[in-house]
Structures are given as structure tokens and as C-alpha cells.
């Protein structure tokens, strides 16, 4: 299941660029990485971005990425970040790419699916 704004205390914000979360959308695909829910994935990647802004460093958020979705792979997480990073906290994405390892482009990667992982 795709981290949620929910779980961890975060409220959505009140507008939606629906430009920006198209193309997060299509970066996470490109990337590899895929989703069984639009919107579901662009809240967890604002999420993502609210836990950036609490001054989490980027492997926790990284690691929150995993915890809610089993399966995907820790780079997949890491690239997921980024690009929320990206498309919704730019401010933050020194911070998302500071996870260091390989650079290499994982297997695609379901997210959001129950007992998800590879494909």
C-alpha cells in the first residue's frame, strides 16, 4: 500500500496543480516504477515531500517509502522520492538524491500493489 498523508499526520494541500501530478506520474513511469492508483501515488509522493519538510533526511524518507510499500526494491524507493522531490519540494532535492549507491536503473517496480514488489 502507497504511503498515505493519513498515516503519518499530513494533510494534503488544499489545491492541485493537476499539470504537476501528471507529470509526476509520468516520470514515475519512465522511471519504472508503477502504480495501481494515480492518485493515491501523487499523495504519497506529497507526503513524501511533508516529511522532507519536518526535516527528515532523505533515507528516512526513503525508508518510510519501503516500509509502506513491500516489495520495492531501496532504490526504487530513493528514485520515487527524487522525483517527488522534483515535482512537489524542489527545494529538497539535494537532500532526496543524498542516498549515495549504485545509479543504475533497478527493475521496474509495482507500487501500491498488496504483497507488491518486482515484477
Known sequence: ??????????????????????????????AGITFNDGPNAVNAGKTACGL???????LDVIKHVSEQNPGISTISAA????????????????RANDIGGDSTAPPPSRVGVPGGGQQ
Open 79 to 94: 528514485k520515487f522520492t527524487a522525483i517527488a522531490a522534483s515535482a512537489y519540494c524542489p527545494q529538497f532535492i539535494q
Open 1 to 30: 500500500m502507497l504511503l498515505s498523508a493519513a498515516a503519518v499526520g499530513l494533510a494534503a494541500p488544499a489545491h492541485a496543480d493537476p499539470g504537476v501530478d501528471a507529470s509526476f506520474l509520468d516520470a514515475l513511469t519512465k
Open 52 to 58: 522532507m519538510s519536518q526535516g527528515q533526511q532523505g
